[in-house]
Nanobody, 116 residues
Framework: QVQLVESGGGLVQPGGSLRLSCLAS????????MNWYRQAPGKERELVAR????????YYADSVKGRFTISRDNAKSTVYLEMNSLKPEDTAVYYC?????????WGPGTQVTVSS
């Protein structure tokens, strides 16, 4: 049974930091590309960051470059998103997605709210 479970979301003040985690099970994690997406109220879901299976190659949306860092620990089947210098516009539900060829799995999401 495939599962992706995000954790680490919450309420943080502008300029603060959060670290999201996504624990995977039920599929060969190390072979999959891992992604973080987010969806703000009234907006489409957007790709925030991506990391390839080896962990060497990453991609970031322009809006988070220099502030967010994606990483993965294949031994722990976990992908992380370190978020620094958070802004109110980072407020969204953050989702973890795994994909490989036509396989695609999503987590239920975790809420991140940036507000004073």
């Amino acid at each position: 049974q495939v599962q992706l479970v995000e954790s680490g979301g919450g309420l943080v003040q502008p300029g603060g930091s959060l670290r999201l985690s996504c624990l995977a099970s039920g599929f060969p994690f190390s072979l999959y590309v891992m992604n973080w997406y987010r969806q703000a109220p009234g907006k489409e879901r957007e790709l925030v960051a991506r990391i390839l299976s080896t962990g060497v190659t990453t991609y970031y949306a322009d809006s988070v470059k220099g502030r967010f860092t994606i990483s993965r620990d294949n031994a722990k089947s976990t992908v992380y998103l370190e978020m620094n210098s958070l802004k109110p516009e980072d407020t969204a539900v953050y989702y973890c997605k795994a994909n490989r060829y036509s396989d695609e799995y999503w987590g239920p999401g975790t809420q991140v709210t940036v507000s004073s």
